[in-house]
Structure formats: structure tokens, C-alpha cells
């Protein structure tokens, strides 16, 4: 009877012990062992010594695979997602109809005051800049000139002015206007976009919101809108400024060796058991086809 019994119990607990000792190699030893010189073979376990590689492939298929360009612009973008956007800023507008407090205060409980003005002073030279620069190609001052003489003549009635002027006085005045505009303009509306700034700066919150209670949902879906336009055009610069995959390297690569035995243990618990208790089943039925077959 037992040379019956013996071998499916045997095998199960050969094939028991050997996929436990099979799935904690995986992990351990967790550091290279040498006796001497010599290294013993499979030490460092195989993640702890692939762990850099792990890393890598990780990194790799989170970035390509899971956090790739479109998977991003499709969750970012999406309905859904814009929806949950624009609900969470107007219940965060909502909140703020009885704030009194000024938007600088607000401000400068997250940001210190030096951090404000040159976000100010960035933000007059980015907008005088580019204003500046649209004026220039406008070549504002020939259309000025071109304008100032024809009101003269509307107003004057006389056709004879026409005699006196041409196109190269025109270009001439237009010439001295934009060189005005070019020399002044700068400086009058970075003055101009401080004040407003320090304007905007010193509003209650409540009061902007009693301002623009009325439009909010436009201006709300219109920022959210101008976000969405944004992300779908620069994304390959945000995920390359993001670079996930180096985030994941890195992330990976810090853990030592048991608290990523520790994680992937708490990922695939029931799963690593399950091939224990699989190896366990094929040896007990290898010992039940060994009596069949050698018996």
C-alpha cells in the first residue's frame, strides 16, 4: 500500500519545495556570496542582480506602452476628463464668492513676495515684448501717415495738397512714426502692464468673482479649451521634458533589494503562491503516472 501512497506524496512535495526554492531565488540571496575568490553561482538572486535591466524594461514599456504620446493626449483630453476639469474649478469659484481676501495674499501664502514681483517683471517684459514686436511688423507708422494725410485731405477740401505729397513722404513720416513707436512704445507698456498687474494683484477674490460670475462658464471652458490646444500641440515637449521613463529608472532602480521584493510580493502574492501549489499538483500527479506506468 504505501509504495502506492509514497510516490504522488513524494513528488507533491518535491514539486512543493523545489518551486519555493525556485521563486525565492528570484529574490535571494539579495547580495553576491564568495567563498574566497570564488563567487558562487546564482548569487545575487536574479532580480537583485537584473535589477538595473528591470529598471529599464519597466521604464521603457510604462513610457512606450502605457504612458505613450496618445494615451496621454486621449486621458488628458478627453470628455470625461475636461468635464471633471471645468466642475472642479467652478466649485472652486464657487468657494470664493465670499472671499475678501486680496489676490496678492493669496498669492503669497504659496509664493514668497520676491518670487511675485519677478514672476511680474517676466511676465510685463514676455507681454511688451511680443506687443512691441507685432506693433513693428505692423509698420504702424506708414498706415499713420497714410491716414493723417487723407483725413487732411477729406478735411481740407483741397486737391492740390496731393501735388506736395507722394509715396516717399508718406514712407518718410511713416519712417519717424515707427521709430517713435519703436524708441517709446516699450517702455509705455511695460508701465502699462505693471499697473494693470498690480490692479489685478489688489482685487478681492469675491469681488472678481461677483465680476465675472455671469461669464465665468465661458471663461472657464475657454481656459480649459487654450490647456487642451496647449497639451495637444506641445505634448512631445512635455513628455520629453517629463521624461517618464526616467522617472521610472530612477524610482526602480532606488529600491533596494527587499523592499522590491516587497513590492512585487504585494503585486503578485496569490500568483507566485499559485505556482508553488502548481508545482506541488504536477509532482503529485508525475508520482501517480510513475505507479501506473513503473509499478
Do not use: W
Amino acid at each position: 500500500m504505501v509504495e502506492f501512497i509514497a510516490p504522488p506524496i513524494l513528488g507533491g512535495v518535491i514539486g512543493y519545495i523545489t518551486n519555493d526554492i525556485a521563486i525565492k531565488m528570484l529574490f535571494r540571496p539579495r547580495k553576491a556570496i564568495y567563498i574566497g575568490k570564488f563567487h558562487i553561482p546564482f548569487t545575487p538572486g536574479l532580480i537583485p542582480k537584473q535589477k538595473d535591466s528591470i529598471a529599464r524594461s519597466i521604464g521603457s514599456v510604462i513610457s512606450t506602452q502605457l504612458l505613450n504620446r496618445d494615451t496621454v493626449i486621449n486621458t488628458v483630453t478627453s470628455d470625461e476628463s475636461l468635464d471633471k476639469v471645468y466642475i472642479s474649478i467652478m466649485n472652486a469659484v464657487q468657494k470664493r464668492r465670499n472671499d475678501e481676501r486680496i489676490i496678492a495674499d493669496v498669492i503669497m501664502s504659496h509664493i514668497s513676495e520676491e518670487n511675485i514681483d519677478m514672476y511680474k517683471v517676466s511676465i510685463q517684459e514676455s507681454i511688451t515684448l511680443a506687443v512691441s514686436s507685432k506693433i513693428n511688423d505692423a509698420d504702424i507708422g506708414t498706415k499713420l501717415a497714410q491716414s493723417g494725410i487723407d483725413m487732411i485731405k477729406e478735411k481740407s477740401g483741397m486737391g492740390f495738397v496731393s501735388l506736395f505729397i507722394n509715396d516717399e513722404l508718406i514712407g518718410k513720416l511713416g519712417g519717424i512714426i515707427n521709430n517713435v513707436l519703436a524708441e517709446k512704445a516699450p517702455e509705455i507698456i511695460y508701465d502699462e502692464i505693471g499697473k494693470s498687474i498690480d490692479e489685478i494683484l489688489s482685487m478681492r477674490i469675491c469681488d472678481v468673482v461677483a465680476k465675472y460670475e455671469d461669464r465665468s462658464p465661458q471663461v472657464i471652458r475657454g481656459f480649459i479649451g487654450l490647456c487642451k490646444m496647449i497639451i495637444e500641440e506641445n505634448i512631445d515637449s512635455i513628455l520629453r521634458l517629463v521624461n517618464i521613463e526616467r522617472i521610472v529608472v530612477d524610482k526602480v532602480s532606488s529600491f533596494d533589494a527587499e523592499e522590491l521584493e516587497q513590492m512585487i510580493f504585494g503585486i503578485m502574492h496569490r500568483e507566485l503562491r499559485a505556482i508553488v501549489y502548481l508545482g506541488a499538483l504536477l509532482g503529485f500527479l508525475l508520482g501517480f503516472v510513475n505507479i501506473l506506468f513503473f509499478v
